[in-house]
């Protein structure tokens, strides 16, 4: 019998009935019988005896269209993140959202919640992420989701710029980060985290939000 990551991938010829196998025995995995229906639906194989695809998923399978689409769209997922989902329901949520967005989402995800992560934490991340454009709280979560996407970009340059001083004599890149372009960058950045973490409320129920966010300089330096 033909392996099952033969059928799905290393032979493109695989017959309907071959496909038709990936099902029945995934019922082994999401993830295969997804990838056996997108092909079927896509090749149109289904017109072995069947006018559509949704009424061979009804009366070959018992599926609904809702059902069919689920399958494909949870192993869709698979194919765009590093890993796949840890199950059926963490995929299906996932595949709610753009696809360019899907990466992005799991792994913020998955850094924060780690083995905790359910399907109930990503579905109201998905939510969150697909609120309407003219949602006040949706533009806050997309500019905010920005921000750490850049947080991290930025922890990572540093990493690599630590790694350098670690295989490197350490004067030679302190030599380097001397550069005041450099220097009032990081400055501004400093400023504006100093900024933020005045969001929170102080313990006595005041916040000064407002004016340390307006207070924040443009510019690093002295502020001239």
Known sequence: MTKTGAIRQETPSASFHELEAVIERGLTTFVEVGNALMRIRDERLYRENHRTFDQYCRERWGWSRQRSHQLIGAARVSTIVDSPPANEAQAR????????????????????????????????????????????DAEADKTIRTAKTSARSLCRALDQVLDLANKHEAADVAGKLANADFLDTMHEVADRFDALMHLRRPPDGRTDAAPRLRSAPATGGDGS
Do not use: F
Not at 111 to 133: F, M, Q
């Open 93 to 136: 949520e996932l595949a709610r959202l753009p696809e360019d967005d899907v990466a992005d989402a799991r792994d913020e995800l998955q850094d924060e919640h780690g083995d905790g992560l359910t399907a109930a934490v990503i579905r109201e991340e998905v939510e969150k992420r697909t609120k309407p454009l003219n949602d006040p």
